[in-house]
Structures are given as C-alpha cells and as structure tokens.
C-alpha cells in the first residue's frame, strides 16, 4: 500500500463510516480493487480511530456534560436518575457486548469473517432488515428514554457489526428503529455508544501493529485516518441533517445493489473472496 491508496481508503473510511452501508466491508472491496489485497482488520480498526475523533468534535459538548454529570452523580452532587447520568451508565453497558466478542472472535474476526462471500451477504441481509425497521418501527420514542434494557440490545447490535458488511450504524440504527426510537434517536446513541468500542479497539490494534509494522504499515495507516477525520466531520452533519427528513431506503436499496454486485463479480472470477494476506494468516493461525 502506497499514499495514494491510503488516501483513498482514507476518505472510503470517512464517508461510509456513519453511514449504514459498512465502512468495513467498503475497506474491504476498495482495498481488493486497487490490488493491494485486504487492507485488514487492524487497518480498519486504526483508521476508524479517525472517524471517532470526528464524532467527539462534533458532539463535544454532549459528551462533556454527559461524562461530567455521570462523575457528578457518582458523588451524590447529581441525582443518580439524571437523564445524563444514565447515559453515562447505559453507553459503559451498551460497550460491553463489542468488548467480549471482540476478544473472543478476534480471530474469526481478523479471518473467516472478511471472506467477500459474508461480506455480500451480510450487506444483503442487514440492508433489508434495516428497511423493514425503518418501515415497522413506530419512530416516537426519544433518547431521553432509554432503558438499561434497551442499552444493551443496541449493544449486542452493535456487536454484530464485529462481521465486515453489517454496519456499526446500520446495526445500531436497526435495533433504534425496531424498539420504537426516532431516526435521530437511533443515530444519536449509536454514534455516542461507539466512542468507548472504537478508541478500545483502534488502541488495541495500534498497540499491536507498533510491535509489527511490516503487516500494517504505520506512515500509510496515520494518513488514511487524518483523512478518515477530515471527511467524516463533513459527512457526520450531512447525516444527522439528512435523516431528520428523510428514510433509510435508498441506503437499502444500495446495500443489496451492491452486495449482488460483489456476488456476481466473484462467481465471475473478479473478485477473490480471500486475499493472499487473509489465506495466510488464517493458515498460520491453523498451525
């Protein structure tokens, strides 16, 4: 990988990130198209680094109160039952899925699962499931009634997106939609709740690629998430704009364009479902 492709995959990263198509599973196919193989995991989760520091300049002063009131109940100075306490509580509960299927499947993850058959599939299935929420789901309940319950199925959801094609938001957003929250709502929380996940494993995987840079080149990997930043600031406020007015559907309609698309061009031979660096770590992680 050169500049330029990291450039490349920078601004893919920045503007699939908080869309519900998959930043992973667009990662994925980019980095197969511009044939330097698969970018991996570890690219992935470094450069989503980027994309979440966009996220918290952007709900900064949701995110200082939210921190500030949980530590202020924490001492008796804030009810414990304040709506911004709770938030505190609920996005820890919320992160834990992610935390435990994230060490338990890092393999699988890191593997298996960025086969470009699961990721079309995926894109396919999820796409058409976020539709039928978006169509069902009653679209009236606000964040400020969030239960525990409820923090932790978006949780789980959220842990889904560990699979390249499900989508961090799209996930989220999906379970929102299906408890009766509002678009804004459903948004709102997943891009709060994937502060914690994001840094914990973006760090995790920094920590680790430092000790071998041959397999995530670091200069290549930093610039793709300093753009990564720069797009998603932009693309965070289109969304949130976007989605008060409008539905889902045409992020539908392009999750399964596309996940037909991949199909189709690995039957034909196009694409490799595997690239040599995945077939060779998941061979080396047999022995």
């Known amino acids: 990988m050169g500049i330029f492709e990291a450039i490349i995959l920078g601004i893919i990263q920045g503007l699939t990130e908080f869309l519900p198509i998959s930043s992973s599973a667009h990662l994925r196919i980019s980095s197969e198209l511009l044939g330097i193989g698969d970018a991996g ?3 992935t989760a470094i450069t989503q680094i980027g994309t979440e520091a966009a996220v918290i300049v952007f709900f900064w002063r949701d995110i200082v109160r939210i921190i500030g009131r949980w530590f202020r109940s924490l001492a008796g100075s804030v009810p414990r039952r304040d709506p911004d306490a709770l938030m505190g509580w609920w996005i820890i509960l919320g992160s834990l899925p992610i935390v435990v299927g994230g060490l338990l499947f890092e393999d699988a993850i890191d593997t298996t699962l960025r086969s470009l058959w699961f990721v079309a599939f995926t894109l396919i299935f999820f796409g058409l499931l976020l539709g039928l929420a978006d169509r069902v789901g009653r679209k009236t309940r606000p964040l400020e009634k969030l239960t525990w319950k409820h923090g932790l199925i978006y949780g789980f959801a959220q842990a889904m997106a560990l699979i390249p094609g499900v989508s961090r938001s799209g996930g989220t957003i999906t ?9 804004e709502a ?12 994001v840094l914990g494993s973006g760090g995790y995987k920094l920590v680790k690629s430092v000790g071998d840079p041959a397999a995530t080149p670091m200069l290549e990997t930093l610039v793709a998430t300093v753009v990564a930043f720069l797009v998603a600031l932009v693309v965070i406020g289109f969304f949130m704009r976007y989605i008060s007015k409008r539905s889902f559907m045409p992020f539908v309609v392009y999750r399964v364009l596309l996940g037909i698309a991949i199909i189709v061009l690995l039957s034909t031979g196009v694409l490799s479902p595997e690239s040599g660096a995945s077939v060779a770590e998941a061979a080396g992680g047999a022995q």
Do not use: H, N, V, W
């Open 41 to 43: 995991a570890a690219f």
């Open 175 to 183: 379970a929102g939609l299906l408890m009766g929250y509002t678009r």
């Open 186 to 197: 459903a948004a709102r929380y997943s891009f709060l709740l994937a502060i914690p996940a």
